[in-house]
């Protein structure tokens, strides 16, 4: 109420005082369990696992601990400490979806929009794609490698395959199993944690997709070309890509 002089009445703002104080209050108890727990409202989590009790936001950086982390105690290895991540989140990493393997993970792309163009180096990669490759041996070890050769290669892929470019890694997981599905999504869900770090463009596997040019970050269904065997779904190998640079 305005009075005769332009003044508020006191009773209303007092009143309209207390009405923010409690909406503030309301927001602060109710944030940690709304996606996105740093910042729900102003920053989207980075990462997000879908857990048995529900979606956990993560950073990047707790993304890519608790991923390296289930790979090496996958192999028996000695991991980083990871107390201070949600045990149902390194769970679900390590295990996958109760009732089928399948992605648990993903992160917001965020590729690089300054990355200079390379060229093949004597392996038949370039030298991104060569960190790539020498990045995933450091967590997991040896690995049954293809799609690339010394000198590069010119046939057995998609006509504009980023594999003739020297810019893609084929990670096989054969035979088809169930065992050897969840072993691919854990090396999936890692590349993906690191994608950032690594200028990595396209991850496939399993039928599904990921790429760092979504801003949702999200996996989705992958469309293969005719036949549609197991290769062409790469339901038997992980395919992962690096950025070319130049002009993407």
């Given at each position: 109420?305005?009075?005769?002089?332009?003044?508020?009445?006191?009773?209303?703002?007092?009143?309209?005082?207390?009405?923010?104080?409690?909406?503030?209050?309301?927001?602060?108890?109710?944030?940690?369990?709304?996606?996105?727990?740093?910042?729900?409202?102003?920053?989207p989590a980075e990462c997000v696992v879908e857990t048995a009790g529900g979606n956990v936001g993560l950073t990047r950086e707790e993304a890519q601990l608790a991923t390296t982390a289930v790979a090496l105690l996958a192999r028996g290895v000695e991991a980083p400490d990871t107390s201070g991540i949600d045990d149902g989140v390194l769970q679900r990493l390590a295990a996958g979806p109760p009732e089928d393997a399948g992605p648990s993970l993903g992160c917001r792309g965020r590729s690089a929009s300054d990355l200079q163009e390379q060229q093949l180096n004597p392996s038949?990669?370039?030298?991104?794609?060569?960190?790539?490759?020498?990045a995933m041996a450091a967590v997991f070890g040896d690995q049954s490698l293809g799609g690339f050769a010394p000198g590069g290669i010119s046939q057995g892929h998609g006509a504009e395959s980023t594999h003739y470019d020297?810019?893609?890694?084929?990670?096989?997981?054969?035979?088809?199993?169930?065992?050897?599905?969840?072993?691919?999504?854990?090396?999936?869900?890692?590349?993906?944690?690191?994608?950032?770090?690594?200028?990595?463009?396209?991850?496939?596997?399993?039928d599904r997709f990921w790429s760092t040019h979504s801003s949702r970050g999200r996996w989705q269904d992958y469309d293969a070309p005719e036949p549609g065997n197991e290769v062409l779904r790469h339901l038997d190998h992980v395919h992962v890509d690096v950025l070319a640079g130049g002009v993407e």
């Open positions: 109420m305005v009075g005769k002089t332009g003044h508020r009445s006191p009773f209303r703002l007092v009143l309209g005082l207390l009405l923010l104080g409690v909406l503030a209050s309301a927001l602060v108890l109710l944030a940690p369990g709304l996606p996105g727990r740093n910042g729900p409202l102003l920053r038949g990669l370039t030298p991104r794609a060569a960190q790539l490759r020498d020297g810019r893609a890694i084929d990670v096989f997981f054969r035979p088809v199993t169930e065992e050897n599905r969840r072993e691919g999504w854990l090396l999936a869900h890692w590349l993906v944690a690191h994608a950032d770090d690594l200028d990595i463009q396209y991850v496939i596997f399993d």
